[in-house]
Structure formats: C-alpha cells, structure tokens
DNA sequence: ATACATAATATACAGTTGTATATTAATTAT
DNA sequence: ATAATTAATATACAACTGTATATTATGTAT
C-alpha cells in the first residue's frame, strides 16, 4: 500500500476553457491560509477577509475557489492528513532492522511539531470544533490513520509471530492515544518532548503486550 | 479522598460591603452561558455580547463579573471538571462486587452526553483551542482525573494483588484514551453507545493487562 | 475585429463585536 | 437626611464581518 498521493480534483474541469486565466489557485488560497494558522492560532478562528486578506484577492474573489469557509477548512484538514501519512509511511519504509518501527514513527510524527508547515497543529487542535462537515473531516483523517496502522500491526504479528487480540481496536487505541498526547504536547516547551516520546512509546508499548498476552490467553495453542 | 467540592473563591470578599446589591451573580453569568452550550456549540464561539444578552444583563455589566470572556470560559471548564469528578467518584463508590469497576466509570462518563447539562461536551470538546489561560484550565482538569484514576489503580492493584506496571503512564494513557473516545461519540448516534462503551472498555482491558504482564516480567517472584 | 464568457475587483450595506465614557439606581455608613 | 460607594445601564464608536450587486479586466472562440 502507497501513499497514495491522488491530486484532489480540480473543481471544475471544463476542457473548453473560454473567458479569463484564473489569477490565483483554489491552492494558493490553502496556502495563504495554512500561514495565517500555527500553534496558536486554530482554523475556527479564520474569517474569510483574512484569508482573502492573506492571499491578497479581494473578499468576493474567495467564492470562485471556495463555496464558504467551511470548504477550506476541510481542504485544510485533507492536506494535512495526506501530508503525515505520507510522512510517516516514508519514516516506516527506512526504519532499519535493530530499530523499533513504534518508536520511529512516533518521533516522525511529534517531530512535526517543530516542523514550520503547521499541518500536525492543525490536525492535532482542531478534533472537535466547527461545523459538522468539517468535524467529519477530522474524524475521516483520523480513520485513515488507524487503517494504516492495523495493516501494519498485522504484517508485524505476522512476521514476528505474535499474535495480536482485536487489531482494529489496538490501532484505533493507539491512534487516539498518539493524537492526544501531541495536542499536550503542543503546549509544552520543545525540551519535554523527549520525555514524552518516551511516555508515549511506553504507553504505546503496554498496549502491544496486553494484546499480546490477550490473543495468547484465548487461543493458547503454542504451534 | 473524597470529591473535594471546594467553593469557588468569592471574586472580592469585601467584608465592610457598602453602594448597590449585585442583582446578578457569577455563577448566573456562568449558567448562562452553559444554556448557550451544547453539542453543537464550543466554548471559543461565545461572544460577550451574546453571554450578556442570555444572562439579561448589559454587556458591559458582565465585566463586573469576569475581566474578559476568557476567564469565564476557564469558569465553565473548572466546573464541568469538577462536576464530572463527583459524578464519577459517586458511581464508583456504589459499584458492587462482582462488578467491574472499569466498566462502571466508562459507563457513567459516556451516559453524560445525553445529559442535558452539558459539562461532558464542554470538557470533550475544547480541549486545543482557545487562549493559553483556557487550554491550561482544560489540561489541569485533565490531570485530576488522571490523578484520582492513578490512586483508583493503585489501590485496586493492592487488593486484587495484581501488580502495575508504571501507574502514572497508565492511568494518562486511559483517562486520553476515554476523552478522545469520547468526542467520538459525541458526533454519533445514541444508538452506537453501547457498541462504544464496549470498545472502550475493551481497550482499556488491553492496557491493564499490558500493564501487568509487564510487571510481572519485571519482577517475577511468585510470592 | 467582435462577441462572449469567465475572473477579479469595487462599492456598499446591514449586522455584530468589544469597549470607552457618562449617567442613573440602589444600598450602606455617617 | 446626606454623603459615599458600588452595580448596572445607556449611549456611542470604530472595527470587522459576510455577502449582494454592479463593474471592469482578461482571456478564448468565432
């Protein structure tokens, strides 16, 4: 399984083009936005004069790309999902042999922190305000993380031959967990975060085991 | 320890009082607000105004009260906090003996999302958003419910005799876990509840006997 | 060259917000 | 009764918001 980069459609794709060259991208827009965010500024607080302000359009021109804010918040969001996924998948993909792939992909994942596109504060901040389309949004990204993960624990208990009891709850716990733990840790000075990579692994740890020692406990033929 | 239900501090306990009776009271501006809350409303949405209106006073009479929006919404997090804590500890406390504490605490947590008081989306909701005042009130609500978990744990272990694998990290790992499981459901039918307080429950499960296998590997005497 | 279609802007408007200033009302101390 | 003190309101203002309408610019097809 890729990253599975697919480019969003194009919003309207008349191949008999006629009138005037769009002046700026439905991207561009995404951009202007994504630098007026941060790690103390949430989308739910983003007026559409400002980002139109920040992509330097006038305040009607936002209509022609987006229908409402709404829609560029979603945007926002989808960007940033695809972005760590494809992140982390690469970090995965050249994790060496002695090293723990739990491990790696948690420090990929909160080094992200320090990272100046702010796409991990968005994800990590916005869970649970604004619209229903965009909660949903959210939630959408999210699963995605927690079906990559499952695939790989599975290939893991596969070929390490420990069995794994409920692989869609262990994942989805532990997406949760990681998720969690960023948006705290997001608050706190860049010199806690090696201590709570540790906490994090360490949690992320004692989960492995109780599955572990759950799927052994139900079927505990020792083949 | 018992729910520690300390009052909140009066805002200026002029002892020698003199000029005019307050006609309103913190705590109405604060069960204002809590009206205009709801599943579908944050926290970080709540304007002066609109508080001030619903609490039928003028807007610049709320500022006898709080000093900005702000401080208010810190108001309304301690005691959604605070309320959730004794409501827990209260059901903890008449759980009975065959009955699995776990799965009791889980239980009565997610029933307050149909309550109409909506403390439980209120705390769910806002954790990341909002001013550093704000997000620092939710992260230390946060931690008492880590902390009573922690003794909750502690305590139980002794009695089960059932050892525990770094407690703190456990009981964090749970109390994230429910929080985030939680918002989840709050964007879902009732009717999934159930399925839900089973996944959680089960995840939990996980963990704890994570936890102690680890325990026991680490320490193994048979005593 | 002309018509047409599209993108972007200009102007405008009504609504809301936070807050500064001034005024009135109610209560207590003297 | 009068002064003092506090609570609440009234009025006002400048900033900002989303969006409706009209106009201009810029490209393509004929």
Redesign the interface.
Known sequence: MNPSRKAAPARKSKSNRQGRKPAISRQDIVDAALQLLGPHR?V??LSLREVARAAAIAPNSFYRHFQSIDELAVALIEQAGQSLRDLIWKARSRVGAGESVIRASVETFLQQLQSDKHYLHLL??????GS?AF??AV?RQLEFFEKELQTDLVRLAAASNTPI??AE??S??IT??V???G??A??RPPAEHPKLID?VT??I???????E??AMQNAPSPR
Chains 1, 2 share one sequence.
């Open positions: 949430s739910a607080t990590l901040r916005e869970g649970a305000v229903a909660k949903q939630e009891h409920n709850l262990v989805r716990a949760r967990l998720f969690s733990m948006t705290s997001m608050e906490d360490d949690m740890r004692t989960i492995m085991v109780g599955t020692t759950l």
